[in-house]
């Protein structure tokens, strides 16, 4: 969406069957979380500056559902279990450093995926189609602070949210 023209127009062409899950903009570009390779936006992740789209290293090997800022990097979640090469192990959450994905520190070994990222009052929250972080049940939902915290179990299907502060505060 351009706010200047109060227009949509499109991001890069043939795209093909390739499904766009995620946008985020971080230092002025657009990230884009989808599914499958592409020889120029790269494997399942693509950075487009406005005019060009550049891969992001060897991408993931599986699609990407999501992508946050946080702390000031690009987080991705999904469907993937390592880089685009099946070097580094990720377990469906990752951190962009700008050079290599790496796995998101204080992660766990989900029994799921991860649909959804928020962030909200410096917290990156997550939730997907998983019910426990190792031996902790979750509920489909984890809070990344500082370590792992769970939230209160909700549903058995995944949601997506946004939370806003309460305006009486």
Request: proline share 7%; aromatic share 14%; with cysteine.
């Amino acid at each position: 969406y351009n706010s200047q023209c109060q227009s949509i127009e499109y991001v890069g062409s043939n795209w093909g069957n390739r499904s766009i899950f995620a946008m985020e903009n971080l230092n002025g570009s657009m990230y884009i979380g989808f599914r499958g390779f592409h020889p120029t936006y790269g494997n399942n992740i693509t950075r487009f500056d406005g005019t060009n789209f550049y891969p992001l290293g060897p991408g993931l090997n599986a699609e990407v559902q999501a992508l946050a800022i946080y702390n000031g990097q690009l987080v991705a979640s999904g469907l993937f279990t390592a880089d685009g090469n099946n070097i580094q192990p990720l377990n469906g959450i990752a951190v962009w450093d700008g050079i290599q994905w790496n796995p998101f520190p204080g992660g766990c070994e989900l029994n799921g995926d991860i649909y959804y990222l928020n962030v909200y009052d410096s917290i990156l929250i997550g939730s997907g189609n998983f019910d426990s972080c190792g031996v902790v049940h979750t509920g489909g939902s984890v809070i990344y602070p500082n370590g792992l915290t769970t939230l209160p179990e909700t549903e058995d299907e995944p949601f997506q949210f946004t939370v806003f502060p309460n305006p009486s505060d």
